[in-house]
């Protein structure tokens, strides 16, 4: 079993930065890569940003490249999503994922999933 936990989220005006945190345990959370995914109320959740624990490969949606960062800091064994420029269509519930197959961009790659963190953007 994974477990995980995010936190950071919270209001911020359009414009403005947030750091989004997922704390990983388990025994085998090593085995899993992860991604962020986010759903806005009345839409399917999508795929934000993906990497793997010893950061070799990173990926982004079309609408955070440029924008968000996602890294990990493994001494913390935490995932963290640096989300700048931030827009109100970037509101939504993000969740932390841990996957263990190639492909990594639809939820239902995903094995285990955190509770989710609210991030809203006021106008």
């Known amino acids: 079993q994974v477990q995980l936990v995010e936190s950071g989220g919270g209001l911020v005006q359009a414009g403005g930065s947030l750091r989004l945190s997922c704390a990983a345990s388990?025994?085998?959370?090593?085995?899993?890569?992860m991604g962020w995914f986010r759903q806005a109320p009345g839409k399917e959740r999508e795929f934000v940003a993906h990497?793997?624990?010893?950061?070799?490969?990173?990926s982004y949606a079309d609408s955070a490249k440029g924008r968000f960062t996602i890294s990990t800091d493994n001494a913390k064994n935490t995932v963290y999503l640096q989300m700048n420029s931030l827009k109100p269509e970037d509101t939504a519930v993000y969740y932390c994922a841990a996957q263990s197959r190639s492909a990594y961009r639809a939820w239902n790659d995903y094995n285990y999933w955190g509770q989710g963190t609210q991030v809203t953007v006021s106008s």
């Open positions: 388990g025994r085998t959370f090593r085995n899993y890569d």
């Open positions: 990497i793997s624990w010893i950061a070799s490969s990173v």
